[in-house]
């Protein structure tokens, strides 16, 4: 048979998915690792993948293509960035992948980027050909996809919205060193952030968060009619649909979807960032559609997976 891996890169774990070349997920297990940055660390990777193939009764000369993503900025031409929150030689665990799985075409791609081209392949962008996956987690991500291609940058950027300015008057700054980014207002923790700030300036007792990312809280708040839960996700909405009207104007997409932990209230607020992004946006690219991405937190293992096969396609191999 021929195999295809997806492998969602982290620093002290990884969750490698056996795929089919026609993008039938077989298994999908965790592999736990130190840092990515030795020999040792490389081989309890490759050795777990070879024990999820053999339950497969496949072989590594069976891996076809190899697909890896990775919380940074890769660029167009595959150079991996600056990588602020994982412990990663890029570099060696391609040649260790490269030695354990000699057929293999293999890819390296942004996690953001991942999750867009897992939608693309299985999910909910099944069929579009121009789209924009926002990922709203612990920060705001994009994976941009223009013509059925992913739109990378030449540095790796391209789909940093998180980090346009929506809020030039903002005073505390941003993770980036900037002020005003989307990302201080739409992530989880800006989410959180609003709602807690909000009920402070009104005097009043917040529901009870439980972490700086509990976003399921403040939507459980918003339901039962709390105004300060309200004004928090009107808000997220707001600097949410301003960025979105802008990237409308450089991409024009036929389709926005909304991933990542916050993407769980998505049902609380769709109509009211469906409605602000009607209000701001150009009168032709208004009528974009905006849904929900719909593979989880497979999304990324989906689309390293296709986009090493898309590789091993431009290469001539198959």
């Known amino acids: 048979m021929q195999a295809v891996l ?3 890169v982290g620093g002290t774990s990884i969750k490698a998915g056996l795929f ?11 592999i736990k690792t130190p840092a990515l940055v030795d020999e040792g660390a490389f081989a309890l990777v490759t ?31 595959g150079t991996v960035g600056f ?6 030689d890029p570099e060696g665990l391609v040649g260790a992948i490269g030695r354990a799985f000699p057929n293999a075409s293999v890819a390296f791609v942004n996690d953001a980027n991942a999750a867009a ?13 121009s789209f924009v996956l926002i990922a709203l987690g612990t920060g705001v991500g994009a994976g941009v996809v223009v013509g ?32 005003g980014c989307l990302e201080q207002y739409a992530s989880a923790k800006g989410v959180v952030r609003l709602y807690l700030a909000e009920c402070e300036r009104r005097g009043v007792a917040p529901a009870p968060v439980e972490h700086e990312t509990d976003t399921l809280t403040v939507f459980r708040a918003l339901e039962s009619g709390d105004e300060c839960a309200k004004l928090a996700v009107d808000m997220m909405c707001e600097y949410l649909a301003q960025a979105m009207s802008q ?13 990542g932990g916050v993407a769980g209230g998505f049902s609380a607020f769709a109509p009211e960032l469906r409605r602000r992004f009607a ?31 898309r590789l091993r396609r431009e290469q001539g191999l198959d």
């Open 6 to 8: 997806g492998i969602d």
């Open 20 to 30: 089919t070349p026609e993008g039938e997920l077989l298994e999908e297990r965790r």
């Open 47 to 77: 050795g777990g993948i070879e024990k999820l193939l053999s339950a497969h009764d496949a072989a590594p000369a069976d891996v076809v293509a190899c697909g890896l993503d990775i919380p940074g900025p890769v660029a167009d031409d």
């Open 83 to 88: 990588l602020p929150n994982i412990q990663l």
């Open 117 to 129: 081209l897992g939608e693309m392949w299985a999910g909910s962008a099944h069929g579009a050909s």
């Open 148 to 179: 059925g291609r992913l739109v990378a940058g030449a540095r790796g950027a391209g789909g940093e919205i998180g980090h346009i300015t929506v809020n030039p008057a903002e005073e505390r700054t941003c993770g980036c060193g900037r002020k």
């Open 247 to 259: 990237v409308s104007c450089v991409i024009d997409p036929q389709l926005y979807l909304i991933g």
């Open 279 to 309: 209000a701001h946006a150009l009168s032709t690219c208004k009528d974009a559609r905006i849904e929900a991405a719909s593979l989880g937190n497979q999304a990324a293992m989906y689309g390293c997976a296709y986009e090493a096969l």
